[in-house]
């Protein structure tokens, strides 16, 4: 007696009839089928690709994400990138706040020189990751931003809030002299005037608050290094 009662096992004929309801869209029956095989073989990879999409499909998220880790681990292995991102792309869409996710495939986006798609993928981070209790996580993809896009001003200031909300105030004050410093350069007054002023508004000391005053009647100039460690007593 074979694994299925009187049934003989044949992995291809249970396969390919599984695949048939999935491109009929009998979700569950294709699931059922594809579920022999994997009692057989937890590993195959074949069938968890095909599988995963249908498991998302019913809601059982769980069983999806195991599978997907599983497939995108061969792929990884056997250098299928495109194929990686896909599966990376459905693995997001299953758990929308698992940094990781963002993260590695941003890198793959990133070795596919895909920069656009990179920080469309981040962009969506940013939303997932809006509220407060995300403040790790949204400190992680506006970095990640900032290394691909270092002059996103929009992105500089939404760090350093971050930062300063997630009590990261040493770090947030050194990434705005930096950013001070980073306008002065370019001669982007606009931008150099609004990093002075929250260089004030963060960290008061009559130091910032004469710099901000300064810098409205002068063009850009970096603050000296000695300048900006007095910012910071």
Not at 38 to 44: E, Q
Not at 143 to 162: C, G, M, N, Y
């Amino acid at each position: 007696m074979g694994l299925f009662g009187s049934e003989k096992y044949n992995r291809n004929e249970i396969f390919r009839r599984a695949d048939q309801f999935r491109t009929r869209g009998r979700v569950k029956k294709a699931i059922r089928e594809f579920e022999k095989i994997l009692k057989v073989d937890p590993l195959d990879p074949d069938v968890h690709a095909k599988v995963a999409p249908l498991y998302v499909k019913v809601g059982r998220k769980k069983e999806a994400k195991a599978s997907l880790r599983l497939v995108i681990d061969q792929y990884h292995r056997n250098g299928f990138v495109e194929k990686e991102i896909a599966m990376y792309q459905l693995l997001r869409s299953v758990d929308p706040r698992d940094l990781a996710t963002y993260v590695q495939l941003v890198d793959l986006y990133l070795r596919k020189a895909l920069k656009g798609d990179a920080l469309k993928t981040l962009r969506i981070g940013r939303r997932a990751f809006r509220k407060r209790r995300f403040l790790k996580e949204a400190v992680a993809i506006e970095e990640k931003v900032l290394s691909i896009d270092p002059e996103d001003f929009r992105t500089q200031v939404s760090l350093v809030r971050h930062m300063w909300r997630a009590d990261k105030r040493t770090e947030a004050g050194d990434r705005l002299l930096r950013m001070e410093s980073q306008w002065a350069a370019r001669k982007n007054k606009r931008r150099w005037l609004r990093t002075r002023w929250l260089l004030f508004r963060h960290r008061k000391s009559l130091s910032s608050f004469f710099g901000f005053l300064a810098s409205l009647l002068s063009s850009p100039r970096p603050y000296l290094p000695q300048e900006g460690r007095r910012l910071f007593l």
